[in-house]
């Protein structure tokens, strides 16, 4: 389980230096792919095949699933974890979230996201002014 949110800097090599209390749970292997509201999925690989067989098998006839199967599966790259405890996030991907060399790792349950610092902080502060309107919401949804 991943929560919490861990600021951390990627080198220039493209590494990231993975939380230390999430490593153990990304020993099996991990998938990092194009997530939303410009930041990064990184799944442990057991929780990236859930999600990768869910979205294979998403209607191919309506556009919005095909684009978003895209979106998720053809920028995805599995990833391991070096002796540091490191992952390599790939050039095009840390292009598509606009990753400076300051980053936040948050962890929602089941996979971390990887965002820019400055993103993050901006994303963070609007969401929060917004707390409110947000649980109103969840409560019709019955959370």
Known sequence: ??????????????????????????????????????????FPKEEWDKLATKLANLPLGQSDTRAFARLMLAGAMDVELDKQGRVILPEYLRQYAGLGKNVVVAGLYTRMEIWDATKWAAYKKATEADAEHIAERLGDLGV
């Not at 590494?15 to 999925?41: C, I």
């Open 1 to 42: 389980m991943f929560i919490g949110e861990y600021q951390h800097s990627i080198d220039e090599k493209g590494r990231l230096a993975v939380p230390v209390k999430f490593r153990n749970e990304l020993a099996q292997g991990a998938v990092v792919t194009r997530g939303l509201d410009s930041s990064l999925f990184l």
